[in-house]
């Protein structure tokens, strides 16, 4: 069991870590100021293919129960962060956006049940700190719409994850990630078309990008994302989401040659901290409750011996009474 729950979360920390090789994918390979474009061109064609895959259309409620958070956490995530890259510095708009943690914890304790703890609240807020440390810039200037939406892309996101984990279906994860690709694509598609126009010619090494972040950036790592919303926590498959932000600079300094200053690398120790912290600790309440679940004996003669009374139940008297 604790071999299978590591596997799990080592499977879905390949989905942020995935996210964060397209910011080099992206400034390398595709055409500039084109992001809703990009997004439409990397949700469409991974549903498609994952759609073919699985061989499978929703029915009934499904079909608006994997519509809702595939717009939210894709269509309107995405549109969203079309106006952040507009209003704020990348670094400033990464730190306000990595309080999704945070946000998922408290609504995974009204939605789902799941306890909300002082840890994990602490947890969340190194993360924040660690990123802001990594990407945060000196003298980053903040526009207050820029917040605003920064603040509304983590709200989107966060629900998303928390509805995705409450609306989770018996059918194939591969279908239900196709499902909400579709739905965010179809959602993003006409307001890429509205704003950045129609496409423009593509040279090979566009069509290299797009067919990277459709493959990789969105088939391989959404179907493992929701596949770890379906078996894990869901505060603790967001924490992961984490690790998006430290890839990216970790290939901007490996690749592109960037530089990497000392309180850049404690940001990424910080965060890298939180992340394994919050894996440890769910794992560990999963034993606990694991433990005391196995501890329980099934027979009533245990729970009654002490009482010493019997171990049928009493048969009720057709009759009330009533005070």
């Known amino acids: 069991m604790r071999s299978e729950s590591v596997k799990t979360s080592v499977l879905t920390a390949l989905a942020p870590s995935g996210w964060g090789t397209r910011y080099l994918a992206t400034s390398e390979l595709l055409p500039p100021e084109r992001p809703l474009t990009a997004a439409a061109?990397?949700?469409?064609?991974?549903?498609?293919?994952?759609?073919?895959?699985?061989?499978?259309?929703?029915?009934?409620?499904?079909?608006?129960?994997?519509?809702?958070?595939?717009?939210?956490?894709?269509?309107?995530?995405?549109a969203l962060l079309f106006v952040v890259a507009y209003r704020l510095p990348g670094g400033a708009a990464a730190t306000?956006?990595?309080?999704q943690p945070?946000?998922?914890?408290?609504?995974?304790?009204?939605?789902l049940g799941e306890r909300l703890t002082a840890r994990a609240v602490?947890?969340?807020?190194?993360?924040?700190?660690?990123v802001a440390l990594l990407v945060l810039r000196a003298g980053a200037r903040l526009d207050a719409i820029g917040v605003a939406t920064a603040l509304g892309a983590a709200v989107t996101m966060a629900t998303g994850v928390v509805m995705s984990k409450r609306w989770s279906s018996k059918d194939p994860v591969l279908a239900m990630t196709s499902w909400q690709l579709l739905a965010?694509?179809?959602?993003?598609?006409?307001?890429?078309?509205?704003?950045?126009?129609?496409?423009?010619?593509l040279g090979l090494d566009n069509v290299a990008g797009y067919g990277y972040l459709a493959i990789?950036?969105?088939?391989?790592?959404?179907?493992?994302?929701?596949?770890?919303?379906?078996?894990?926590?869901?505060?603790?498959?967001?924490?992961?989401?984490?690790?998006?932000?430290v890839?990216?600079?970790?290939?901007?300094?490996?690749?592109?040659?960037?530089?990497?200053?000392?309180?850049?690398?404690?940001?990424?120790l910080i965060v890298l901290g939180s992340v394994l912290s919050t894996q440890a600790s769910a794992r560990a309440r999963a034993r606990a409750a694991g433990a005391n679940a196995g501890g329980r004996?099934?027979?009533?003669?245990?729970?009654?011996?002490?009482?010493?009374?019997?171990?049928?139940?009493?048969?009720?008297?057709?009759?009330?009474?009533?005070?």
């Not at 945070?102 to 939605?111: C, E, G, I, P, Q």
């Not at 965010?184 to 010619?201: K, N, R």
């Not at 729970?303 to 005070?323: I, Q, V, W």
């Open 96 to 99: 306000i956006i990595s309080m």
């Open 41 to 78: 061109l990397r949700a469409l064609p991974a549903g498609l293919m994952l759609l073919a895959a699985a061989r499978r259309l929703p029915t009934g409620r499904w079909w608006w129960r994997s519509a809702v958070p595939g717009a939210l956490n894709i269509g309107v995530f995405l």
């Open 216 to 245: 990789i950036g969105g088939a391989a790592t959404y179907a493992l994302w929701f596949r770890g919303i379906r078996a894990l926590p869901s505060t603790q498959v967001t924490f992961l989401a984490l690790l998006s932000p």
């Open 184 to 201: 965010g694509g179809l959602l993003v598609l006409p307001v890429a078309l509205l704003v950045e126009g129609a496409p423009p010619t």
């Open 297 to 323: 004996c099934p027979c009533r003669a245990h729970t009654r011996a002490a009482g010493g009374g019997s171990t049928r139940r009493r048969k009720r008297s057709p009759f009330r009474t009533h005070a």
């Open 122 to 130: 602490v947890l969340a807020l190194l993360g924040v700190a660690g």
């Open 247 to 268: 890839v990216a600079t970790t290939l901007g300094w490996i690749v592109l040659g960037q530089r990497l200053t000392p309180m850049q690398a404690l940001g990424a």
């Open 102 to 111: 945070l946000l998922v914890a408290f609504l995974a304790s009204k939605l």
